[in-house]
C-alpha cells in the first residue's frame, strides 16, 4: 500500500442483491457490535420484501429445529412464502454437503491430536445445485445425497427464488433421515457429518 492510499473498503449497504439475500437469511447468525442500530435499520429496510423459508410437508420439526423422516416414508420439502399472496419466481435448490469429513476445532499442536493434525479449522459446506425449480422438492430428488446403501443421514438444504423483483434465500434446513429408533436412528441420522474433534 503506498503511504496516504485509502485503505479499500467494502460498502454493506451496496452489496449485491445475492449478498443481500444470504445476509438477510443468516441475519440471526450474525454478531454487529459496533453501529447495531445502524445494522438492524439496514436489515429492515432490505427486509421489505416477502420472506422465504424451507419445511417438510405435513410435518413438524423437532425442538432443535432439525427435520427428521424415517427413511422408510416418503416426504416433500416445500418453499413457503410470506404473505402467500407472493408468487416465487426463478427457484433455485442447493444441497449443503460437508468440504470436510474431520475438523480439528482446537488449539493443540499437530504432535498432540493425531489423526486430525492436518485438519481443517472449521466446518465447511459445498453448495450443489438440485435440478428442481418447482416450490415442492420431492425426496427422491435428493436420494442419492444421502449415504448410498442405507439412505439415512443428515442434509442441509437451502432455497433462493425471486419475489416481487427481489432476490431472496430461505434460512438453511437441516433434514435427517434415520433407520429404526432409540440409539441406532441417533447413529444412522449423523451419516454425512463431519467429525469435530473438540467440540466438546
Known amino acids: 500500500m503506498v503511504k496516504g492510499e485509502k485503505l479499500a473498503a467494502f460498502a454493506v449497504t451496496q452489496a449485491p442483491a445475492e449478498l443481500r439475500a444470504r445476509i438477510l437469511s443468516e441475519s440471526k447468525r450474525i454478531t454487529v457490535r459496533h453501529g447495531a442500530a445502524r445494522w438492524q435499520r439496514l436489515l429492515r429496510h432490505w427486509n421489505e420484501a416477502p420472506q422465504l423459508h424451507l419445511q417438510v410437508k405435513n410435518r413438524q420439526p423437532s425442538t432443535d429445529n432439525v427435520w427428521r423422516i424415517p427413511t422408510h416414508e416418503g416426504a416433500e420439502i416445500e418453499l413457503v412464502v410470506e404473505p402467500w399472496t407472493a408468487k416465487p419466481e426463478k427457484i433455485q435448490w442447493f444441497a449443503l454437503t460437508t468440504k470436510y469429513l474431520r475438523c ?91 467429525y469435530l474433534f473438540g467440540s466438546g
Open 104 to 194: 480439528n476445532l482446537t488449539d493443540l499442536s499437530s504432535d498432540q491430536v493425531g489423526f486430525v493434525a492436518n485438519a481443517a479449522p472449521r466446518p465447511a459446506w459445498n453448495e450443489l445445485q438440485i435440478d428442481n425449480h418447482d416450490s415442492v422438492l420431492p425426496i427422491t430428488k435428493i436420494d442419492n445425497l444421502f449415504n448410498q446403501q442405507l439412505h439415512c443421514g443428515s442434509l442441509r438444504m437451502r432455497a433462493r427464488a425471486v419475489v416481487d423483483g427481489t432476490i431472496r434465500e430461505t434460512p438453511v434446513l437441516e433434514l435427517r433421515r434415520f433407520i429404526s429408533s432409540g440409539f441406532r436412528a441417533a447413529i444412522t441420522e449423523q451419516f454425512g457429518l463431519p
